[in-house]
């Protein structure tokens, strides 16, 4: 199973329309997924006393983690970084099971011209640090608001095939890492 973790926890985000496009394309490549979405993190997850004992209705979001063969993150740029929900997201991970030789995927997205390239660098580095496998083939979805219509389709085919291309490519790596198919969860 892949993780699709929408790393903001902003109502309404463009992140979480990209997730949910690369989650039609995972049920096209007929590869199961499942949607973290930041936004649904429980609020008790923010007390101060998290960090020494990780609250119950945080162990599904931990589990799904752990459970998933590969992770595919789509981070937005907020003042030239990943939004600090998605930082202590992974802060609040097991450590170092979470991450440790799991392959990982990157998306950026941002309102400019780069396409979150920054963040997801940044990511590439702790995912790095904690030694992920990284997937090479990074999408980057600049002008992000020019880029999905009303219904969060994407206006660009281009960027519609690079995603595709991506997710493929990502399947098969994790499929060679893990040296089995993907499996539901």
């Avoid at 990780?54 to 937005?76: D, R, T, Y």
């Avoid at 990511?123 to 600049?142: D, K, S, T």
């Amino acid at each position: 199973m892949i993780a699709l973790i929408a790393g903001t926890n902003r109502p309404g985000s463009n992140t979480r329309k990209v997730v949910a496009l690369l989650e039609a394309i995972y049920a096209e490549l007929k590869t199961p997924a499942r949607v973290i979405d930041l936004a649904d993190l429980p609020p008790e997850l923010f007390s101060p006393t998290a960090y020494a004992a990780k609250p119950k209705s945080f162990q599904p979001f931990s589990n799904a983690i752990l459970e998933s063969s590969g992770l595919h993150l789509v981070a937005p740029e907020y003042n030239g970084s990943i939004p600090g929900v998605l930082k202590y997201f992974i802060d609040m991970l097991k450590f170092p099971e979470s991450f440790q030789h799991r392959p990982v995927c990157f998306v950026g997205l941002a309102a400019g011209a780069w396409g979150a390239l920054r963040p997801v660098e940044q990511l590439q580095q702790i995912f790095g640090y904690r030694n992920a496998f990284l997937f090479p083939e990074r999408v980057f979805l600049p002008n992000v608001n020019e880029l999905l219509d009303e219904q969060g389709r994407l206006k660009d085919s281009e960027i519609l095939a690079r995603l595709k291309k991506q997710a493929t490519g990502f399947v098969g790596f994790v499929q060679r890492l893990n040296g089995f198919q993907l499996q539901a969860a």
